[in-house]
């Protein structure tokens, strides 16, 4: 498994290590305040069946989304993927299907049902925690993690 499941809320255009990409994003998220995200039904991806997904509906998740995506390409000039300019479908990766598990895909997703994945729950999101993908290892590694401790 190249990651746990986890919310993306952007993608890594425009993202480094690089403290001039770390202090925007700290200045946003220390603006952030903690925000509600409720988990929906078990889903896939039209144009890719392999990727196990929960629903997520969240106005906080879409405010930060938004804000992430403006900022970072405004001071970066980064062209941004264009799913986050418009498109993103916002979800909890649960999993990536390999091409031989592809074909027992519905079993799979009954057994994640069955063994009670926390479907139409709602939690409270209090961290943003950036991560980037170690090609050679083929995992994703934490790079920061940032409190949403802002009033909005």
């Known amino acids: 498994m190249r990651s746990s499941p986890h919310l993306s809320i952007k993608g890594g255009a425009g993202l480094s290590e690089d403290p001039a990409c770390l202090d925007p994003l700290s200045e946003i998220v220390s603006d952030t305040a903690p925000f509600e995200v409720r988990l929906g039904n078990l889903a896939v991806f039209p144009d890719d069946e392999r990727v196990l997904y929960l629903e997520v509906e969240s106005p906080g998740w879409m405010r930060l989304h ?10 970066t000039g980064a062209q941004m993927h264009p799913l986050e300019e418009a498109g993103w479908i916002p979800h909890v990766t649960l999993l ?16 994640a049902i069955r063994t009670g994945v926390p479907v139409n729950t709602a939690y409270t999101a209090r961290i943003l925690r950036m991560e980037c993908l170690h090609h050679r290892a083929d995992r994703w590694k934490p790079v920061h993690t940032f409190g949403l401790t802002g009033p909005r």
């Open 66 to 75: 938004r804000t992430l995506v403006d900022t970072i390409a405004q001071r």
């Open 96 to 111: 990536r299907l390999t091409a031989e598990a592809l074909e027992q895909r519905e079993e799979i997703l009954a057994a």
